[in-house]
């Protein structure tokens, strides 16, 4: 990994996520190693590869940035772990690389400033920062899979549609998640 290419993946990250911080600092550099482990190329569009996220902070837009895969692309997965790990899963070959940012994993933080924290992530090589492991991933169902929608229902309460088998069905109807569970809003009339 050099460190023209990373000036460069850093800069695109910290224009998509808004700013440079040390989240897109150490996340741009942590998609870089896993592209790099997998043996893809940067600036380029894998459509055989699926990242799994376990983070869902800063980190995660970087990993984007660089991987260009995506929510709806359906090659972004977010496992809502908390954890500052990331594994990239080839579909092809069914190889899948687990990185781990192993400074986060630390019982004693080296006290620095954010500026400081950023140029320790530029100029330390990612052997230093991360910890990766082969990994299988066990099952991604086929609704979850890139590519176009494979099945759609109608909710039978709001009548809305729902994509790719996230509907349940109660007494042989299909029902949305949130009409049935519950929502996150509340309509206002």
Do not use: W
């Not at 190329?41 to 376990?54: D, G, M, Q, Y």
């Not at 229902?153 to 994509?163: A, F, Q, S, Y």
């Amino acid at each position: 990994m050099n460190q023209k290419d990373y000036e460069e993946q850093l800069a695109k990250a910290g224009e998509f996520h808004g700013e440079i911080c040390g989240g897109i600092a150490i996340g741009t550099k942590l998609a870089m190693y896993g592209m790099e482990l997998m043996g893809m190329e940067l600036n380029t569009r894998h459509k055989n590869l699926i990242v799994f996220l376990e983070i869902d902070r800063c980190m995660a837009d970087a990993v984007q940035s660089v991987t260009k895969c995506s929510m709806g692309k359906r090659s972004l997965k977010q496992m809502y772990y908390g954890k500052f790990a990331v594994t990239f899963y080839d579909m092809d070959t069914g190889e899948a690389i687990r990185v781990c940012d192993a400074d986060a994993n630390k019982k004693e933080k080296i006290k620095e400033t954010r500026d400081e924290m950023i140029e320790r992530f530029k100029t330390t090589p990612p052997e230093e920062l991360f910890t990766y492991e082969k990994v299988k991933i066990l099952d991604i169902p086929e609704p979850q899979l890139p590519g176009s929608a494979h099945s759609t229902e109608i909710c039978h309460v709001c009548g809305e549609k729902v994509t790719d088998g996230r509907h349940l069905v109660r007494n042989g109807k299909a029902i949305c998640k949130s009409c049935a569970e519950g929502s996150y809003y509340q309509i206002i009339e």
